[in-house]
Each structure stands twice: as structure tokens, then as C-alpha cells.
């Protein structure tokens, strides 16, 4: 089992930046794609970004350019860090983990996940 414990969420003005984390405890292994998808109410839940332990990313084309993944494999932490923000970024945002390798946003498929932390934009 894999635990996921995300932290970073909160309430931001349009324009600001929040910086989301994700700790990873238990069997995890050092070949690894983790991700971060987001729920908004009444919608379907979106994968946002994805990074391989070798350091490759991917990210959806709504986030683009104003996102950025990133992990600390000594940590087994990862990042997202969200810029720009925009009302319609509200959500609440959920950490994933396998233990395979994934290089794409449409093959990621994940095993575990956290538990989700809310990001609110207001206008």
C-alpha cells in the first residue's frame, strides 16, 4: 500500500499562485509516475499533470504554461505549483502514484490515491 497525504490548498485571489504538495509513505519504489488530477463541482475529474521518476512531464492544455510539476524523489514528494490563477481552477485537487512508468496524459492510469485538497480561486 501507498499513502498519499496532499497539502497547499487554499483560497486565492484570480492572478495568484498556491503551491501544492503531495508526501508519499509506504511501498513505494523507486520507478514511479505520480499525477494530479482536479474535480470542479458538477464537472468531470480532469488529469492535470503527470511526472515520471525520470524527471518527464505532461500536462493537460488548461493548465499549460501556468502549472509546473516537480518532485524530490529523496522525498518521495511531488510538487505542483500554480500560477495564474483563474475562477475556473476551483476544484478540489487529488495526488496519484504507480509504480510503472507513464509518459502520457491519456495512458496514466493510477493505483492510489490521496485524500484531495481544495483550491478555490475567487474573482
Known amino acids: 500500500q501507498v499513502q498519499l497525504v496532499e497539502s497547499g490548498g487554499g483560497l486565492v485571489q484570480a492572478g495568484g499562485s498556491l503551491r501544492l504538495s503531495c508526501a508519499a509513505s509506504g511501498n513505494t519504489i523507486s520507478i514511479n509516475t505520480m499525477g494530479w488530477y482536479r474535480q470542479a463541482p458538477g464537472k468531470q475529474r480532469e488529469l492535470v499533470a503527470t511526472?515520471?521518476?525520470?524527471?518527464?512531464?505532461n500536462y493537460a492544455q488548461t493548465v499549460r504554461d501556468r502549472f509546473t510539476i516537480s518532485g524530490d524523489n529523496a522525498k518521495n514528494t511531488v510538487y505542483l505549483q500554480l500560477n495564474s490563477l483563474k475562477p475556473e481552477d476551483t476544484a478540489v485537487y487529488y495526488c496519484?502514484?504507480?509504480?510503472?512508468?507513464?509518459?502520457?496524459?491519456?495512458?496514466?492510469?493510477?493505483?492510489?490515491w490521496g485524500q484531495g485538497t481544495q483550491v478555490t480561486v475567487s474573482e
Open positions: 496519484t502514484y504507480t509504480g510503472r512508468l507513464y509518459y502520457s496524459l491519456a495512458a496514466y492510469y493510477p493505483d492510489y
Open positions: 511526472i515520471a521518476s525520470g524527471g518527464s512531464t
